[in-house]
C-alpha cells in the first residue's frame, strides 16, 4: 500500500530563518494536499497541488510537486512563531479509492 | 457553527465499556472520514461514508469498531469492549464533494480518548 514519508520529523528554528519540509510517496501521486496541526486541535487546509511541476504559495509558504509526482516539498519563508506546529502531507492512497492518506508529520517549533 | 463539530471532546473509559463518539459534519457536504490518531504520529484512515453509504471501512481496526451515518449527516463512532489501546484522538472530516482530491477535508478538534 502506499505510504508518505515526511522529513525531517522535527525542526526547531530561529524566528526569521526559512525551511523545508519534504514528504516523499512510495508511488504516484495523483495530487497532494498540504495541512497544518496545532497541539490538540483538527488539521487545518493549507493548499492542494494536482499537477506534476505544480508550485503554489499562500503567504510566506510555498509547496511544490515534483515533476514525477512522487515528493513535495513545502518550503516557510522568514519563519514566524505563528508558524510553529505539526505539518502533515496528504494523498488518495491511489486513484479511484476512497481511502485518504496522511504522511508522518513534521513537528516545527519557532525561537522567538 | 460553520465548522465540524465532534462530541466530547474528552471522553475517559474505563477497560472494557462501549463508547460512542460524534461527529457533525458540515452541512451539505457529501464526504465524511474518520480517522484514527495516536501521540506523535499521523493520523490513521479508519472509514469513509459518501453520504449515508460506508463505502470503506478497510481502516477499522477489529469489529469492535462501528461507525454509521444513517440520514447522511450526522455520524456516530461506536467502540465497544474498549481496550487501552484504542486510546488515542479520534477526528472526522468532512469534504464537500465525493471524491478527495476534489475539495479538501476540513476537520474537527477531534475526541481524545483514554481508555483506563
Known amino acids: 500500500s502506499q505510504e508518505l514519508e515526511q522529513s525531517p520529523q522535527s525542526l526547531i528554528v530561529q524566528e526569521g530563518k526559512n525551511l523545508t519540509i519534504n514528504c516523499t510517496s512510495s508511488?504516484?501521486?495523483?495530487?497532494l494536499y498540504w495541512y497544518k496541526q496545532k497541539y490538540g486541535e483538527g488539521l487545518i487546509f493549507l493548499m492542494m497541488?494536482?499537477?506534476?511541476?505544480e508550485e503554489k504559495s499562500h503567504e510566506k509558504i510555498t509547496a511544490k510537486l515534483d515533476e514525477k509526482k512522487q515528493q513535495s516539498s513545502l518550503h516557510i519563508t522568514a519563519s514566524q512563531p505563528s508558524h510553529a506546529g505539526i505539518y502533515l502531507c496528504?494523498?488518495?492512497?491511489?486513484?479511484?479509492?476512497?481511502?485518504?492518506?496522511f504522511g508522518t508529520g513534521t513537528r516545527l517549533k519557532v525561537l522567538a | 457553527g460553520a465548522g465540524v463539530s465532534q462530541s466530547p471532546r474528552y471522553k475517559v473509559a474505563k477497560r472494557g465499556q462501549d463508547v460512542a463518539l460524534r461527529c457533525d459534519p458540515i452541512?451539505?457536504?457529501?464526504?465524511l472520514f474518520w480517522y484514527q490518531q495516536a501521540l506523535g504520529q499521523g493520523p490513521e484512515f479508519l472509514t469513509y461514508?459518501?453520504?449515508?453509504?460506508?463505502?470503506?471501512k478497510s481502516g477499522l481496526p477489529s469489529d469492535r469498531f462501528f461507525a454509521e451515518r444513517p440520514e447522511g449527516s450526522v455520524s456516530t463512532l461506536k467502540i465497544q469492549r474498549t481496550q487501552q489501546e484504542d486510546s488515542a484522538v479520534y477526528l472526522c472530516?468532512?469534504?464537500?464533494?465525493?471524491?478527495?482530491?476534489?475539495?479538501?477535508?476540513?476537520f474537527g478538534n477531534g475526541t481524545r480518548l483514554t481508555v483506563t
Open positions: 496528504g494523498a488518495d492512497s491511489a486513484s479511484g479509492t476512497y481511502k485518504y492518506i
Open positions: 508511488k504516484t501521486l495523483y495530487g
Open positions: 461514508f459518501q453520504n449515508e453509504a460506508q463505502l470503506d
Open positions: 497541488l494536482q499537477k506534476g511541476g
Open positions: 472530516a468532512s469534504s464537500l464533494m465525493a471524491r478527495t482530491m476534489e475539495s479538501p477535508l476540513h
Open positions: 452541512s451539505g457536504h457529501v464526504s
